[in-house]
């Protein structure tokens, strides 16, 4: 059985193009170093999926790929969700355990380190990362801001308005600029004649969100200079830079950061040309804690994550999700995830039980393993691993010995951090905010104009009574037609504007 099994594991995983050493199979709780399992780099745009219970590795599975990858040439942009990834900017330390780990996978332990830049939302841990209100596009600001689908409605109105009237909207006083004169007086009757009605009440809620995002302290997110994603495709002496998102100091936002994410992999899709089918991608993208992208998501924004993650490999682009179970990724998406690096799954409940069912379901079936009973037994740094060979067809499901990382696994040292972040062209290049004449200055300018022309006219009579009743935009909106060309007004995928800068 064991000739049988590592036979089967080399024939399986033995990409005739270059690949990244993922481990080495396990059968009968032992480690068989000739049966080393492969991950070819042509397939890696075909997308993947690592989960796992929390303290099963994943965090330094995603290390371990980010590592290959960079050593092949391919940058890579992942999040830090813990502040704990940029000790792969330094090389390693040697010690028994990992020297055991090594020697268990017949490899030698060579310490290294990568080149890194260091990015953040808030602008303290990394060089500043933001987009423009118009980049960012009110499919994604409606999802932050946890509007209903009549109030997402207007703001995709508010944004085509805007596009129509070349009115820049660049940061969050721009939009509320644009909403206000939206709302009342002579841009109220502007906008009635051509595009309905707004009424106060959707204006006002629309304008209390925009307040509670700024009282979350992220309104730096949003302005010039926008993040340019060719800054994502940097290499080093021949490797690839691993761009790294700081979000600790904002994991308390998810849904902040993980849109800005989504809204970062959505320029990529629209930036980027083709690029056909190519022996390596040009660039890997991490998004980890990917539940918090699905969470409460409308049907319609999850059409649109599933056309970027099905075309966007076209564009030599490939995305790795990373989450505790792989119910958390909707089944159309999952669907297209073809390589599989799955850590112990922990039973403790009925939905547990579930899960690890539905689970062990997508994998490809195998002789040499109960699957649902060697998943609750893998040890920290072991995983069942499928991938996509070089034809497209799954390998064989193989419960897999990890092999370390070979930079420092957790944080760079404070000072060292400093010194990198100093030393940062990005850093300098992002640092300072530029406030271009925008939608809140050209406004001004129309509304002071309007205000010096207008003909003093009696005050009309107020009603004593008062109904309340819905603006036409909003009846419109609410029918099963307004729906449906309320999702044609958004711009593009995710309503994003990319203009040249």
């Not at 080399?10 to 709780?29: C, D, E, M, T």
């Not at 302005?223 to 600790?248: A, C, H, Q, T, Y």
Request: with cysteine; aromatic share 8%.
């Amino acid at each position: 059985m064991k000739a049988k099994f590592i036979d089967a594991v080399q024939k399986s995983y033995a990409p005739k193009g270059s690949s990244i050493f993922l481990g080495a199979g396990i059968l009968n709780n032992e480690i068989l170093a000739e049966a080393k399992v492969r991950l070819s780099l042509k397939m890696m745009n075909r997308h993947g999926l690592v989960t796992g219970a929390t303290g099963s590795g994943k965090t330094r599975t995603l290390q371990l790929l980010a590592e290959q990858l960079s050593a092949e040439g391919i940058p890579v942009f992942m999040p830090d969700m813990k502040g704990d990834l940029s000790g792969m900017g330094k090389e390693g330390i040697t010690n028994d355990r990992l020297e055991e780990r090594a020697a268990a996978l017949g490899i030698e332990f060579m310490p290294s380190y990568f080149p890194i830049e260091l990015y953040s939302l808030s602008g303290k841990l990394g060089s500043q990362m933001r987009a423009t209100v118009a980049e960012f596009g009110p499919v994604l600001l409606s999802k932050i801001m946890e509007l209903n689908e009549v109030q997402s409605g207007v703001l995709s109105v508010i944004f085509k308005y805007a596009d129509d009237k070349k009115l820049p909207i660049v940061d969050l006083n721009d939009l509320k600029k644009v909403l206000n004169y939206l709302s009342q007086g002579e841009g109220a009757k502007e906008i009635k004649e051509d595009y309905g009605k707004i009424s106060s009440v959707t204006a006002g809620t629309i304008l209390r969100k925009i307040v509670v995002l700024e009282q979350k302290g992220v309104s730096q997110l949003f302005g010039e200079k926008s993040f340019d994603i060719e800054d994502l495709f940097g290499k080093v002496d021949g490797r690839g830079v691993i761009s790294l998102l700081n979000v600790s100091d904002v994991q308390h936002q998810p849904a902040i950061f993980s849109t800005f994410m989504l809204s970062l992999l959505a320029e990529l899709y629209q930036q980027l040309p083709e690029a056909g089918d190519q022996d390596k991608p040009k660039l890997i993208f991490f998004l980890d804690e990917a539940h918090l992208l699905f969470k409460d998501a409308p049907k319609a924004f999850l059409d649109q994550i599933d056309q970027v993650i099905r075309l966007i490999r076209s564009k030599g682009v490939g995305i790795f999700f990373c989450t505790q179970l792989s119910q958390d990724v909707p089944a159309n998406v999952l669907s297209q995830l073809g390589n599989r690096i799955h850590h112990v799954v922990r039973a403790f409940t009925p939905n547990d039980v579930k899960a690890l069912r539905e689970t062990v379901n997508s994998f490809p079936k195998s002789e040499f393993y109960d699957i649902e009973k060697q998943f609750t037994q893998l040890g920290t740094g072991q995983a069942f691993i499928t991938v996509l060979n070089e034809k497209g067809i799954p390998t064989e499901t193989v419960a897999t010995h990890l092999a370390p990382p070979v930079s420092v696994m957790g944080p760079m040292d404070e000072k060292e951090y400093e010194r990198l972040l100093s030393q940062s062209d990005f850093y300098k290049k992002y640092q300072e905010a530029i406030d271009p004449e925008s939608a809140y200055e050209l406004l001004s300018k129309k509304m002071k104009t309007e205000e010096e022309q207008k003909i003093a006219e009696p005050s009309p009579k107020r009603s004593s009574s008062r109904r309340k009743e819905k603006s036409a935009l909003e009846e419109i909106m609410d029918s099963s037609i307004g729906k449906q060309v309320g999702r044609s007004l958004v711009r593009g995928v995710f309503g994003m504007l990319f203009s040249k800068r």
